[in-house]
């Protein structure tokens, strides 16, 4: 029975981490991954269809009818067409 003990535990492990100051693209990478779990707790992340997406919670800076217009305009085919024209 005390055999069986000992295997379900390992020594103590002597080794330490080096005194080298971690790597920029390390402590951005663990910055990101603060943020993120930060932002998701705190309820500004929403997952939609495999897409992260950020909750606004600020009033428009535009009316009603400047919203509208720039809808209309974003969806418009007519737009993009021109833009094709212009540029080819």
């Known amino acids: ?3 069986i ?12 981490p080096t005194m080298q100051p971690i790597s920029a693209p390390t402590l951005e990478t663990i910055n990101t991954m603060r943020n993120h779990k930060v932002n998701s707790m705190a309820g500004k992340l929403f997952l939609y269809n495999d897409t992260v997406y950020t909750k ?23 737009i993009i067409e021109l ?6």
């Open 1 to 3: 029975m005390l055999s």
């Open 5 to 16: 003990f000992r295997k379900l535990f390992k020594k103590k492990s002597n080794w330490t």
């Open 83 to 88: 833009v094709i024209i212009i540029v080819v």
């Open 56 to 78: 606004h919670k600020c009033k428009p800076n535009l009316i009603e009818q400047q919203l509208k217009t720039t809808r209309e305009l974003n969806h418009s085919r007519d």
